[in-house]
């Protein structure tokens, strides 16, 4: 046994780690959907669930949220791709994530999400808000920049249309999100809005004129 796997093994001891929901393939009937239309294709070499507004959104709760799941702290794995909707307007980024601890009326939640034309824009403020986290209800990125400007977003090197691995580490009051294999978290928040008891389900997020895929979802719970 190499190293690595004793290290695993020992933490799925000690720590309780328990793979409780793993997704290859993810169909419209795995998921509840609001604001959304959730179909079913292959994309880029990959089965994925595609997910477009349904119309005019109230909010930000717009996302597919998986059935059948518990979750409290633990560690959500994801391949995501973010666009622009063919008729989506110039503010559009493509922004797509992974709610999480989501309440199954979609009325709560934390949310960590991309705005994939941003990672490689020529405008430095842009490349600046190229990861995000909100929180449901009360903290839209809006009040989240002009009350604590840079705190809760980050620049990462991503583009638009293109497949991107996201893992997101959650512990009691804390969460990161790690992009593209990288050892070292893109963003990191300390203070989850929601509080750190709040247990839910894990949710497929777009914002506004996105066209998003999803694929190779994994949720290991911690606890």
């Not at 809760?152 to 009051?173: F, G, H, R």
């Not at 804390?174 to 809005?193: E, F, H, M, R, W």
């Amino acid at each position: 046994m190499t190293k690595k796997l004793l290290f695993i093994v020992l933490l799925s001891v000690i720590f309780g780690m328990q793979a409780v929901a793993q997704y290859r393939k993810i169909l419209p009937s795995d998921v509840l959907p609001f604001q959304v239309t959730a179909k079913q294709t292959v994309y880029q070499g990959k089965d994925a669930l595609a997910l477009e507004m349904a119309g005019e959104a109230v909010g930000d709760n717009t996302l597919a949220i998986l059935k059948g799941i518990d979750f409290h702290n633990g560690i959500i794995e994801a391949t995501i791709s973010g666009q622009p909707g063919a008729k989506a307007g110039p503010t559009a980024r493509g922004f797509v994530g992974i709610a999480f601890r989501a309440a199954l009326d979609a009325a709560k939640m934390e949310v960590f999400y991309l705005r994939p034309t941003n990672g490689r824009a020529n405008d430095q403020v842009r490349r600046n808000h190229s990861s995000q986290y909100i929180s449901i209800p009360g903290f839209p990125w809006e009040k989240l920049r002009k009350e604590t400007p840079e705190k809760y977003e980050a620049y990462v090197d991503i583009v638009p249309a293109e497949w991107i691995k996201i893992k997101i580490v959650v512990q009691n009051e804390t969460a990161s999100l790690y992009v593209n294999g990288s050892s070292q978290p893109t963003l990191i928040v300390n203070d989850l809005k929601q509080g750190k008891d709040m247990r839910g389900s894990i949710g497929l997020w777009i914002g506004p004129g996105t066209l998003g895929h999803f694929t190779d979802v994994k949720v290991t719970k911690l606890d």
